[in-house]
């Protein structure tokens, strides 16, 4: 009969005393994986390079973009976001800059950037 009732015990106790047990081909948990890894992983899976740029996403050009006559700078905040229009301000001088650098612009006598003729 105590035999019966060890082996009972055991038989419902291992399941519970192996659950915080971690199998051996288990990933580390918490913060002890890096994403990198992650990352080469599944790009190894997927057949491309992980090193390789991503397409920039496409929109319509700056020109083709209408605003009413009566918008605001705080109107374009509200709509798009001061995040945003600060990106598009950094773009703008960065690509002014390079066509200054290239001799391609030149300053007028009221001080605005004009393509040089």
Excluded: H, Y
Aim: proline share 9%; charged share 35%.
């Amino acid at each position: 009969m105590k035999q019966f009732a060890s082996v009972l015990a055991l038989i419902f106790l291992a399941p519970a005393a192996t659950a915080f047990l971690a199998p051996a081909s288990s990933p580390p948990r918490g913060g002890e994986r890096r994403r990198s890894d992650d990352s080469a992983r599944f790009a190894r899976k997927k057949g491309r390079r992980i090193d390789a740029p991503r397409p920039l996403p496409s929109g319509p050009p700056a020109q083709d973009i209408r605003l009413p006559d009566d918008c605001t700078m705080d109107d374009l905040i509200a709509v798009m976001g001061e995040g945003r229009l600060k990106k598009i301000a950094r773009k703008n001088r960065r690509v002014r800059n390079q066509k200054i650098r290239e001799g391609k612009v030149a300053l007028n006598e009221k001080g605005e950037w004009v393509p040089r003729e």
